[in-house]
Nanobody, 128 residues
Framework: QVQLVESGGGLVQAGGSLRLSCAASERTSSAYAMGWFRQAPGKEREFVAA????????YYADSVKGRFTISRDNAKNTMYLQMNSLKPEDTALYYC?????????????????????WGQGTQVTVSS
């Protein structure tokens, strides 16, 4: 059973930065694409960023493009989300997820249904 554990969340002022980490329990996760999603109170879970298994391709939601950077270190079975210029609207519970491994990732990376394993989430709160 694959386990994903997020860390790095916290309370930060607007304009500040945080770096989230997602550690996978198994080395096999390095062979899969992974993503970050977030869910704010009263809202649906939304796509934030995604990265292919090699790290050669990355994808971002328009709302975070230019401010967030996704990366991974397969030797450490860990994925990261560097978040800069944070805004109050970035406040949410952030989840990492591992892709099922099915085809057409480039066309459907933003769909939560293509991710089979999820972490418990780490809270990010941005004060104004």
């Amino acid at each position: 059973q694959v386990q994903l554990v997020e860390s790095g969340g916290g309370l930060v002022q607007a304009g500040g930065s945080l770096r989230l980490s997602c550690a996978a329990s198994e080395r096999t996760s390095s062979a899969y694409a992974m993503g970050w999603f977030r869910q704010a109170p009263g809202k649906e879970r939304e796509f934030v960023a995604a990265i292919t298994w090699s790290g050669s391709s990355t994808y971002y939601a328009d709302s975070v493009k230019g401010r967030f950077t996704i990366s991974r270190d397969n030797a450490k079975n860990t994925m990261y989300l560097q978040m800069n210029s944070l805004k109050p609207e970035d406040t949410a519970l952030y989840y990492c997820a591992r892709d099922k491994g099915s085809v057409n990732y480039a066309g459907t990376y933003y769909l939560s249904t293509r991710y089979s394993y999820w972490g418990q989430g780490t809270q990010v709160t941005v004060s104004s």
